[in-house]
C-alpha cells in the first residue's frame, strides 16, 4: 500500500485525503518501521501540495481525541528559536483577560526550548491532561497547557520522532502539518504562530519562512480557523534568558510589569489575537487593556492560578525560587563600542551540553545586552550560570565569542518582520 503511493508521489500525481488517512493509519499501526519512514522520506523529497499538507494535517488531528467547544479558543504556537518565552507571558495574559486558551506544546528539538521544557521546571507542572482536567482548567483559570505525548493527535509524537530519526525536521510541509493537526485538535479558532528564521531556528531563511507562512494561512483558513503569522528572525533573542527556569524567571518578570522587548513582543501578540476574534474593538484600547494587566499583576496572579491549577508548586514560583543557581560567571566588554553580534544558537547550544541529560533548568545564561547597545570595558553583557566549574572552564571561551562588540553603530534589529493576518 505504502509503496504505491510512493510510486504515486514519483509520478507527480498529488495523494488524496483517503490517501493520507491510510497513511497516518500505517504510522500509527507500525510506528517508525522502515516502510513508513519511507513514505515520509518520499513526501519530503517528491514535495506536497498545500491541499496535500490539508489533508495529512486532517488525518493527523483525527489520530487521536478532537477536543471541540462553543466558546472561542486562542491558542499560540512557535516553530523555535532561543530566550524566547512569549508562550509563558502570553497563556496567563490572555487569560486573565476573560479569553480562554489552550497551549498545546512538545519537547523541542535539539538546540531550542519548548513550552513543554519551560513549564517543566515548574515542579509538579502536568502538561498531560484528561478532557475533565483540560475543562476543569478552562473553566477555573481560562487557560490549559497540554503535551502532544496524550491521547490528542498521537500521530504527530510519532511524527516528530521520524522526522528527527531520518533527518527532516525542517521539511517545511511536514512541519506545516504538524503545527496544524495540533491546533486543529485542540479545538483553537484563533491561533497565532510565531514563524522564526535563522541561524537558531528549524526555519533557516525567510523566503522557506514566507513559504511556511503561505501554506499555514491556507491550512487554517480551509480548517474554518482565523489565523495570524508572525514572522521573526532569530538575530535577536526577543527575552534574555536562555535555560528553562531562567526563562520562566524571564516571563515572570515581564508578568511582574518589567519594560522590556519580551513585554513589547507579548502587547503585540496579544493585541492581533484578541482583535482577530474581536474586529470591531479599537486597537489602542486593546493595547491599553493588555499592558494593564502586566501592570496591574492581574496577569501574573493568573499565571500563579495556571501553576496551581495543572499541580505546579505555585508557592515555590511566588516565593521567587524557581530559579536557584549553582555558579555563575559574569562576562564582561574588553572594550568601548556598539554590540553587533550575538551567537544565540551557540549558548543555547551549549546550555544544552552543560546540562548533559539532566534537563536542569537552572543552567543558562541572562543576555544582559541588545544587539545595538554602546558598552564601556567592564560593563556585563553575559550572565552564565553553571554546576559543575570543570565543565564550564571547557566552554569559558566560547561563551565570550558569543557577543562581538564593534566599533561601527549598529541600529537595533526589529525582530518582527512581518505580521500576515
Not at 513508513?36 to 496535500?52: A, W, Y
Not at 480562554?100 to 521546571?121: C, E, H, L, M, P
Not at 484528561?130 to 478552562?138: P, Q, S
Amino acid at each position: 500500500m505504502l509503496g504505491e503511493l510512493i510510486e504515486k508521489k514519483a509520478r507527480a500525481h498529488e495523494l488524496t485525503l483517503a490517501d493520507y488517512y491510510s497513511i497516518v493509519d500505517m504510522l500509527m499501526k507500525r510506528g517508525l518501521d522502515k516502510s513508513v519512514m519511507k513514505m515520509f522520506l518520499g513526501l519530503n523529497s517528491f514535495g506536497m501540495t498545500k491541499r496535500e499538507v490539508l489533508y495529512l494535517s486532517q488525518a493527523m488531528r483525527d489520530s487521536g481525541r478532537v477536543l471541540k467547544y462553543n466558546h472561542c479558543i486562542f491558542e499560540k504556537h512557535s516553530t523555535g528559536g532561543i530566550g524566547d518565552a512569549t508562550s509563558v507571558v502570553l497563556i496567563p495574559l490572555i487569560a486573565s483577560l476573560g479569553y480562554k486558551i489552550i497551549k498545546t506544546t512538545a519537547k523541542s528539538f535539539v538546540f531550542t526550548n519548548g513550552t513543554a521544557d519551560r513549564f517543566g521546571a515548574i515542579p509538579g507542572f502536568k502538561v498531560q491532561l484528561t478532557e475533565k482536567e483540560i475543562e476543569k482548567a478552562l473553566d477555573t483559570t481560562n487557560a490549559c497547557i497540554l503535551s502532544h505525548s496524550g491521547d490528542m493527535c498521537p500521530a504527530d509524537k510519532l511524527l516528530y520522532e521520524l522526522r528527527e530519526q531520518c533527518g527532516i525536521e525542517n521539511d517545511i510541509n511536514l512541519l506545516a502539518a504538524s503545527i496544524a493537526s495540533k491546533k486543529m485538535a485542540s479545538g483553537a479558532k484563533v491561533v497565532l504562530v510565531d514563524v522564526k528564521y535563522g541561524d537558531a531556528s528549524i526555519v533557516k531563511t525567510r523566503a522557506k519562512a514566507e513559504k511556511l507562512a503561505d501554506i499555514l494561512k491556507y491550512v487554517f483558513k480551509k480548517s474554518g480557523v482565523k489565523s495570524i503569522i508572525v514572522i521573526t528572525n532569530t538575530w535577536q533573542t526577543i527575552g534574555e534568558g536562555i535555560g528553562n527556569a531562567i526563562e520562566v524567571a524571564d516571563a515572570i518578570n515581564v508578568l511582574q510589569g518589567k519594560k522590556c522587548l519580551l513585554r513589547d513582543v507579548s502587547i503585540q501578540y496579544a493585541t492581533e489575537m484578541i482583535l482577530a476574534a474581536e474586529p470591531k474593538l479599537k486597537k489602542e484600547d486593546v493595547i491599553d487593556m493588555v499592558a494593564m494587566a502586566l501592570d496591574n499583576g492581574t496577569a501574573y496572579s493568573r499565571f500563579l492560578e495556571i501553576v496551581k491549577a495543572q499541580g505546579g508548586d505555585k508557592q515555590l514560583v511566588a516565593d521567587a525560587k524557581l530559579f536557584q543557581p549553582y555558579q555563575s560567571t559574569n562576562f564582561v566588554a574588553d572594550r568601548e563600542g556598539y554590540v553587533g553580534n550575538i551567537n544565540s544558537l551557540m549558548l543555547g547550544e551549549l546550555t544544552r551540553r552543560l546540562c548533559e541529560d539532566s534537563h536542569d533548568g537552572n543552567i543558562g545564561a541572562v543576555l544582559r545586552v541588545k544587539i545595538g547597545d554602546y558598552v564601556r570595558p567592564g560593563d556585563i553583557i553575559v550572565s552564565f550560570y553553571y554546576k559543575d566549574k570543570e565543565d564550564f572552564e571547557k566552554y569559558r571561551e566560547a561563551i565570550a565569542g558569543c557577543v562581538r562588540i564593534t566599533n561601527t553603530e549598529i541600529k537595533p534589529v526589529k525582530v518582527i518582520t512581518k505580521v500576515i493576518r
